[in-house]
């Protein structure tokens, strides 16, 4: 595993909708993952970890039924974002609390049944809706 010290500046949204959560230590893969416009491969914070280590791309499925699938078994939502461009890197992934569902960052819209499908395959996983900003 390489490690490397500094500090790893990103500007993303805050998902969690609570202070009180429990996560557990994974690895995650840089598989599938774009460099940025600096070549770096970050793993963004709330991203779902699939059980295997990669990120768990979500899909409808076909026949227009609205229910939603996912490309890998997820174990977990991302803590803080996790630069993997040198190789895998251990990321804490949440697995018990209250998230903001429209702030994840998923590749489709975040809609009542993609959090109903996220809660399904992570039970202890509960979303509220955001705060009024003023």
Do not use: C, W
């Not at 040198?86 to 804490?92: F, L, T």
């Amino acid at each position: 595993m390489y490690y490397k010290t500094g500090i790893m500046r990103t500007q993303e949204k805050e998902f969690l909708a609570s202070e009180k959560t429990v996560s557990f230590t994974g690895t995650v893969l840089p598989d599938g993952v774009a460099p940025d416009g600096e070549g770096r491969k970050i793993v963004h914070k709330g991203s779902i970890i699939s059980v295997a280590g990669t990120v768990t791309r979500l899909g409808a499925s076909s026949g227009g039924t609205g229910t939603v699938t996912f490309l890998g078994k997820p174990a977990g939502l991302l803590m803080e974002a996790v630069d993997v461009t040198n190789g895998p890197q251990p990321g804490a992934l949440l697995v018990e609390g209250y998230v903001i569902g429209e702030r994840l960052p998923l590749d489709v819209e975040y809609t009542e049944a993609v959090g109903e499908a996220i809660h399904e395959q992570l039970p202890e996983i509960k979303f509220r809706k955001a705060a009024r900003e003023a």
